[in-house]
């Protein structure tokens, strides 16, 4: 039999179920929850809570349902911190890149990659992160990214095959063989351990033909396609996403109305990583332009070790709603039940009854400090399942 958990004197409690509260956020002021087991089973005001095996005061602080990661690269080995500060030095700098990323993940031991992934989901953890997905993408070799994702798969369910980040370097000369080897030995070695598909479509990576064949040969082998899409450039990305029912397109960085038009009319959920474009000084993603389209906008970290090195999600929502237009509310919603919908989940990103009892306690009286206070560490715990582990 379950222990319930009753957590009450919640300054201001984000449900994301608007049957249960204020507004789109389900907000609930001078509120409560309880947990039985590894679930929700009630949420209200305070004074009407239940009675639990279990009580926590939670001081008139902020609850939120914990962060859903929908996007990062944490299965690798090395830094980049010397492409970082040519970068921001304002040097050119064309060496290394990704392959310096690939070279010390291929010398990598298992235990290695394994203790440096960890590390960066305890981070997270603490941050409030309790859901996350992660890809493959930087051994390029057959038994690299198999090792990855078997690695990733004992922590996480949302595993994504990402064999076509690059082209590797072994293939530099032949990228049509090195597709052939992503759609082919590779993905049947990396599938039985992977939920998800995806590619890079963006010139210098693999273009539209390349990317459809990646992530059609992905889904007879029973993988959901998502897709790294209009970074750099404009592209074919997120038509193709759309067209093939991915679960996301990432980055819609570079979007022509007929884009926007196409993720507003699709289930495709525009997933937006503003760590990219904060570490490349790059053109932000119009979160404005896609809400009032109506198109369902994710926000994840995208953490990885070129691009956007952070696992802070409460940083990503500070910088959306800064920079790309987003109210404290729309930015928090996309970083839970936004991630959420891209992992095309029903049981997390929420605080409702049935949901997973997945929740970060801020040391604040609300949400909206989260942008309000940027770089300060205000998650003060964090349950997941139920299991207090902050």
Known sequence: MSTTTLITNIGSLVTNDPAAGDGPLGLIEGAALVLDGDTVAWT???????????????????????????????????????????????????AGGIRTTVAATR???????????????????RQGTTTFETKSGYGLTTRDEERALRIAARH??????????????????????????????????????ARWVDVFCEKGAFDGDQARAVLTAGMAKGLTPRVHANQLTYGPGVQLAVELDAASADHCTHLTDADVDALASGNTVATLLPGAEFSTRAQWPDARRLIDAGVTVALSTDCNPGSSFTSSVPFCIALAVRDMGMTPDEAL???????????RRTDIGRLAPGARADLAVLDAPSHVHLAYRPGVPLVSAVWRRGAQLV
């Open 44 to 94: 209200g005001r305070s004074a009407d809570a239940p009675t639990a095996d279990e009580v926590h005061d939670a001081g008139g602080r902020a609850v939120i349902p914990g962060f859903v990661d929908s996007h990062s690269h944490l299965v690798f080995a090395g830094d980049r911190t010397a492409e970082f500060n040519a970068r921001m030095s304002g040097r050119a700098y064309s």
């Open 107 to 125: 010398a990598a031991t298992d235990d290695e990659l394994e203790a440096n992934l960890t590390r960066y989901l305890d981070e997270a953890l």
């Open 156 to 193: 996480t369910d949302e595993v994504t095959y990402l064999g076509a980040h690059v082209v590797s370097p072994d293939f530099a000369d032949d990228p049509a063989a090195y597709v052939a080897l992503v759609t082919g030995e590779m993905l049947d070695a990396c599938a039985p351990h």
């Open 333 to 343: 919603w996309s970083a839970t039940a936004g991630g959420a919908a891209a992992l």
